[in-house]
């Protein structure tokens, strides 16, 4: 049918009554309508490690999830507290270098290591990033660019931490099925925990920081601390995600500061979908493996990976999630006129 | 009036550069009343709440609440005493639904404390909360006007969200930045009332004006700031009928062309 012979009726599928938060749920099929998506999403990650065909692509799935928390960090700063940040290398490197040290010099297993990196290393990005947070604008992307180049060139020039080596010899998960279902049990837990984080009533205060922090103030609160709170939560995702990493590879060294950790997990929102939480999980679930497909082509993997991010960027700026969740919602259907 | 006065100011003084905002401003605001501030553009009305709810900072006066002298500390600590602002531009958050955005007032620790308005503070559900004080103030409940998104709402219910705002924290002091500018004369007529409602609460307002009409209805007292300079204070009768008051708004040679053809 064209438009001469009629158009084109865009209906919502109702299950949403007057707002975002507000459900009426009236049969099995409504439920499963919303249930569906979601049970997707978590059968599909845990079946994923049975379905690889090798231990390679296995080891692959895990860097997804870290990268996942990573791109989560990410989306949740810049999209529900209003700060963007560059700072994927510095809380991975914190979180890693923590795991580390307790691993080594104190002997502690992942199990200890992994809860301390975690709350330790957002302790210390918080307190590091304090100073930018009561200021407006690109300070706070430029303070975390420049901390993890700056750490990686301090560990580098006193030779501390074990200098350029890094850190080896520390302790893996039991084993490859162990380290994998328990970061993707993170990065789920951690996923279904943001969302719901951001429509509670401490979320909402997230969102009105990001939309209008003069009004926050005239509320009586204070936006900094309130960006504090946010920017500790994304640097323990970072910091968790670091210390994962470095018991999977059982090495810690200065390249955990690499600006990878920063840029990857930003494409992987970009890919997905900004402020959806789980698009840039599905983004990193893109990007990774498609990455270490392209290793082959040795350096030409950066160029056909920024036309893939060109592409995206001019085609569906929007992301796939946000596109995705829209045309879930709404369906479109031609009628005669 | 009498007793302690709530609110006092002296000598408020805010330079921007070599522009002398405001001039050593001095006034009493008493408990209960509503004082209205008027002058032409770039008077400095705006500049007064700015300073006195710590947006920002003076150049040199102090400000006293209840005999506390509150200069110089942060917005969110003088909101939290319960002196509040309303937004000249409507500051409201608007990736939120309308009764969302008093979620985050009722959050605030003075919400919490006082209980906030009408005790959404100590509930647990501040969304009913949010709808309810959406509903005194004069959303329409029936047409789900509460939980329309907040970028959806025209201005006068904008205006309306930025009262409601500061409802929430169960304020002592409300200082209301032009609500009556951009609304029709229906949308006036109906918050006048409400303003007057506020008052018999036992809230204090200051209130900053163009509409002079409906200001002077509501106003116990009007004060008139000319070039950053309190012109003159007085009952709305005084200042209207003030020769000073008229030459500050027309200027001096209109005024007598005004009252050749008046």
Known sequence: MTAEQGRKERIDRGIKVRADSIYALMSWRELSYLALPRLVLIAGLLVIPLVMPSMYWQRVISIVCIYSLLALSFDFLAHYVGLVSLGGAFFVGTGGYIAAILNKSLGLSPLFTIPAATLGGAAICTVLLLPCLPLRGVYFAIVTLMYPLAFARVIEALDIFGGTDGIMGVASFPNQWVEQYFVIAVVLLLLFGLRRLVNLDLGLVFRAVKDNDQAVRASGMSVTYYKAVGVFIASALGCLAGACLVHIYMWSGISQFALDFSILPIAATVIGGGGTLVGPVLGCLLLVPLSELLRDFGTLRIVSYSLILMGFVVIRSEGLMVYGQRKYHQFERWVKV | MTGEPILKVRDLTKAFGGVLALNRVSFDLHEGEI????????????????????????????????????????????????????????????????????????????????????????????????????????????????????????????????????????????????????????????????????????????????????????????????????????????????????????????????????
Not at chain 2, 66 to 71: A, H, W
Not at chain 2, 121 to 149: A, H, Q, W
Not at chain 2, 166 to 194: H, N, Q, R, T, Y
């Open chain 2, 35 to 262: 004082l209205g501030i008027i002058g032409p553009n770039g008077s400095g009305k705006t500049t007064v709440v700015n300073s006195i709810t710590g947006f920002i900072r003076l150049t040199s006066g102090k400000v006293f609440f209840r005999g506390k002298d509150i200069t110089g500390k942060p917005p969110h600590k003088i909101a939290d005493m319960g002196v509040t602002r309303t937004f000249q531009i409507m500051r409201p958050y608007y990736s939120l639904p309308a009764y969302k955005n008093l979620v985050i007032p009722l959050f605030s620790p003075r919400a919490k404390r006082t209980g906030g308005w009408r005790g959404g503070g100590r509930l647990g559900d501040r969304n009913t909360v949010g709808i309810d004080i959406l509903e005194e103030i004069g959303f329409e409940r029936d047409s789900y006007v509460p939980y329309k998104l907040a970028s959806t709402l025209p201005t006068g219910y904008l205006k309306r969200l930025e009262l409601a705002r500061c409802l929430a924290l169960k304020p002592e002091i409300v200082l209301c930045d032009e609500v009556f500018s951009g609304l029709s004369m229906s949308e006036i007529a109906s918050m006048v009332p409400l303003i007057e409602r506020l008052q018999m609460e036992g809230i204090t307002l200051i209130m900053i004006e163009h509409r002079l009409r409906e200001l002077f209805r509501v106003a116990n007292r009007v004060m008139v700031l000319n070039f950053g300079e309190k012109l003159m204070e007085g009952t709305a009768e005084t200042v209207m009928a003030s020769e000073e008051v008229k030459k500050a708004y027309f200027g001096s040679e209109e005024v007598e062309e005004v009252m050749k053809h008046a």
